[in-house]
Every structure is written in structure tokens, then in C-alpha cells.
């Protein structure tokens, strides 16, 4: 076991399960609603962000204003959309090596949690069949602010009884990254990540992990 990490926080979406799709056609289908341009682009920059700060990005291009009101429904909108296609999602949605990996961080004796910014995570983490697995769960529904801001992180290392000097955050989103390091964690970047120069390791796959800790 390293000692210098106790416990390792995952972020959920395109690190544990790959949800993006089904995020891509609930704002696909809202903006298509609403008469909005929407696009790969657009929804890249959605990566790693809260929903309401999402429809602020998605709204830019909207032509018309929008109340604090009306916001709110767009966004419950999207995600009943988001949310009947999380209805599909199953244990085989899990990304490679996933199961296998989390299995051997418990053999060696981490503590593992989940930091996501998703108010969705416990039906994702049920459907997939990892609920109660983790040591703890810090998700959208406990949190104000979003990465990069490293509440989410925070929360996670508070509910394990981890500094966060010994924690290390697995994340495939450059906020998720930024968010770590602001917290006083090590990144693992993942993905996309891995052009964050800020991370201090670089994953080619899940497993890759095991080097490390």
C-alpha cells in the first residue's frame, strides 16, 4: 500500500460508467424543443459542470431571455428526459476494468468513495450495481458549488475521515482536475483529463491505477 494516499475518490461519469450519450440526447432534445443550436462543441463544454450552470452555456445561444423561473423547468425537463434514459443503463455499462480494479483497491486497503457533481449518481451507482459499494458518496445532492470548485472532493475526504493530503481523485474532466488540486489532492487524469497539465498522473486505462497506489 502507498502511504502517502489512504483513499482514492472517483469521479462517476466517464470514469466508472460513461453516461454521456444519454446527457448529449436530453440536451439534444431540449434545445431542439426550444429552437436552440446545440452541438459535439457545445456539449464538450457541459463536461465536468453543475446542469444549471449546462443550461446557462446551452442558453447562450437561445434567442429569446429566460426567467430564474423558467430556467428551473428547463433544466427538470432535461432531466426527465436524462433520467428515463438512465432507465437502459445495467452492470455491463460499467467502463473496462472498473470491477476488477475497485475489487483489488479494497484487497489493499483504500478507502474508496465517489465525488460527481450529478444529482443523479444514486440511481446511476443502483443501476449499475454499485450501490452501497463505496465507502462513501458525495453527488450533486450535497454541494452548492460544482468543479472546479472542490467542495465535492471535500465532502468525500470528510465522509471517509481523510485528509485530503491523502487522497487521490481519479477525473476524465479538466474541472474535475483543477477542483482536486484546489482541494490539496493528488489527480489521476483519465481521458480527456490527461491534457491537463495540472494532474499528477496520466491513466491510459482504469487499471492503470494500480501502478500508482
Not at 175 to 185: L, P, T, V, W, Y
Request: hydrophobic share 40%; glycine share 8%.
Amino acid at each position: 500500500m502507498n502511504r502517502r494516499y489512504q483513499a482514492v475518490i472517483f469521479d462517476l461519469d466517464g470514469v466508472i460508467v460513461s453516461t454521456d450519450h444519454y446527457h448529449f440526447q436530453a440536451w439534444s432534445e431540449l434545445a431542439r424543443q426550444e429552437g436552440i443550436a446545440f452541438n459535439e462543441q457545445i456539449n464538450h463544454r457541459l463536461r465536468g459542470v453543475s446542469r444549471m450552470e449546462s443550461l446557462e452555456i446551452i442558453l447562450e445561444k437561445a434567442s429569446k431571455r429566460y426567467t430564474p423561473v423558467e430556467k428551473l423547468e428547463l433544466a427538470e425537463r432535461k432531466n426527465e428526459v436524462y433520467r428515463g434514459l438512465l432507465g437502459n443503463l445495467t452492470d455491463g455499462d460499467m467502463l473496462p476494468e472498473v470491477a476488477d480494479t475497485l475489487s483489488v483497491l479494497r484487497e489493499r486497503g483504500y478507502k474508496i468513495a465517489i465525488g460527481s457533481s450529478s444529482k443523479n449518481t444514486p440511481i446511476i451507482l443502483e443501476r449499475i450495481g454499485l450501490s452501497g459499494y463505496f465507502d462513501a458518496v458525495a453527488d450533486g445532492n450535497g454541494i452548492k458549488n460544482s468543479k472546479p470548485d472542490p467542495e465535492v472532493f471535500l465532502l468525500a475526504a470528510g465522509k471517509l475521515g481523510v485528509p485530503p493530503a491523502g487522497c487521490l481523485v481519479v477525473e476524465d474532466a479538466e474541472a474535475g482536475i483543477i477542483a482536486a488540486k484546489r482541494g490539496g489532492m493528488a489527480a489521476a487524469a483519465i481521458g480527456e483529463a490527461r491534457s491537463c497539465h495540472e494532474a499528477d498522473y496520466s491513466l491510459t486505462k482504469i487499471e492503470d491505477l494500480l501502478l500508482i497506489v
